[in-house]
C-alpha cells in the first residue's frame, strides 16, 4: 500500500465528491503520513475524517462557528494523537452544527451539508458531516461526537453505523466542550468492525482527562460474529409509541422480530420518564454550555470584532458577530436556567430528573443485556423544513438523549429503508455502562443479516 498515494487521491476524490455534499470543513491536502507503516496496526495508511470540534494540532479547528473560523491549534486532542501513534492519516476536518447544537447540520457557519442519498434532505447533526463523509465513500472512518445523539442520529439518517461509547470511555482531551457531563467522542463508519477498530485505539485512561475510567479496554473486534442466543433484550414500549413514523417503526420491529427467530429473548420494558428528557436534556446541556462558551471573548482565541470602542465592545460585539443564534439561544436559556431566583426552580429540577432517568435504565439493565428501538422518530427530512421552529429540532432528540444522561453506551446500525420515505432506518441498541462489547455483538448481527 502506498500510503502518500492513498492520502492524495483521497483529498482530491473529497474534493470532487464535495462539490455537492459539503462534508468538510478542511480537507488537509499534505496530511502527513506516517513511516514505515507497521501492517499490525489495523489503520495504518488508514484515512480518517475528524469532526471539527476535536482539536487537531496545526489543522484549523472551527467547531463550525464564525467565532473560531480561523482557529489553528498549538496542541493535539487525545484521540487524534492516539489516531496518529497508530499510523492512521487525518484527511481532514468534517462540517457540523455550530459547536455540535442541532440536529440537522444547518447550524454550521460553513453552509449546510447535504444528505448523500438525498440532496435535498439533511444529514441529521450534529455530526453531519462526518455521517456524509462515510455515507458518500469519501473516507471510511470519521469520529465524531455526542451529547444529545450527536453521532446517532446522522448515523440512521445517513444508513451507517454511529457508536457513542460510556461516558469516560474514551478520552475529550482536546474536545470542544458543548456540555462537559454528556460530551463523548465516538466513531462512524459503513461497516461496524472498522469502529471497532477505531475504538480499539482511541479508547482509554487519559492522564489529561480525569473522568475517563482505568478500566481495561477489551479487542471490540472479539464480539463480532456472534450469534444471539439467549441474549436478553429490552423494548422500551416509550420507544415505539405512535410519534414513530410508521416506516421506521416497521424496520425496527422487523430486526426485533429477527433477533426473537434468532433465540434472543425479548422483554417489553418501560422507561417511565422519557416524556421529561427533552427539557431536562434542554436545560442541563445549556447550562453547561453557558459556561463553557464564556471562553470565546474576542480575546483569547478566533474571532475579534473590529472597530470596537473599549474592552467592553470587543467582548459584546465579538460575541454578538462570532455566535450564531443557535448558539446564542442556548447560551442565554442556560445562563438563566443557573441564575439566581430560576436555578432551583430549572437547573437544580433537571439535575433531579436526570437522576431519575439514570435510575430508569438501572432497573432494565437488572435483567436484560441490550435496550433497542429506534434512533429517531423519522428518518433524515427536508433541508430548510424545521431550522426555523426550535422545539420541533430538539424534540427529535427525544430517542437519543437519554443515553447521554445516563452516561450509557448506544449505537445506531442500519436497518434498512423506511416504506415510507425510502431513507434510511437506525436501528438503537444502548448497553450497560461499559458493555460496549453486547452493543457490538448486536450492531454486527443486525449488519449481517441486511
Ligand atoms: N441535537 C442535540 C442538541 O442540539 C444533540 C447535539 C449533540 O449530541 N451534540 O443539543
Redesign the pocket.
Known sequence: LDAKQLAKDTAENIKKTDEKINAFITVDEDAKVAEDLNFDNKLAGVPIAIKDNIITEGLKTTAASHILYNFEPVYESTVVAKLKAAQATIIGKTNM?EF????STETSYFGDTKNPWNLNKVPG??SGGSAAAVASGEVVAALG??????IR?PASFNGIFGIKPTYGRVSRWGLIA?ASSLDQIGVMSKRVKDSAEVLNVIAGADDRDATVSEKEVPDYTAFLGKDVKGLRVAVPKEYMSDAVEAGVKKAVQAKIDLLKENGAIINEVSLPHTKYVVPTYYII?SSEASANLERYDGIRYGFRAEDAKNLEEVFVKSRSEGFGDEVKRRIMLGSFALSAGAYDKFFLQAAKVRTLICQDFAKVFEDNDVIVGPVSTETAFDLNSEISDPIKM?N??ILT?SA?MAGIPAASVPAGLSETTGMPVGFQIMGNRFDEGHVFQVADFIERSN
Open positions: 452544527d455540535a447544537m442541532g440536529s447533526g450534529s461526537s455526542d451529547t444529545g445523539g450527536s442520529q458543548f446541556a430538539y427529535n432528540d438523549i447521554n
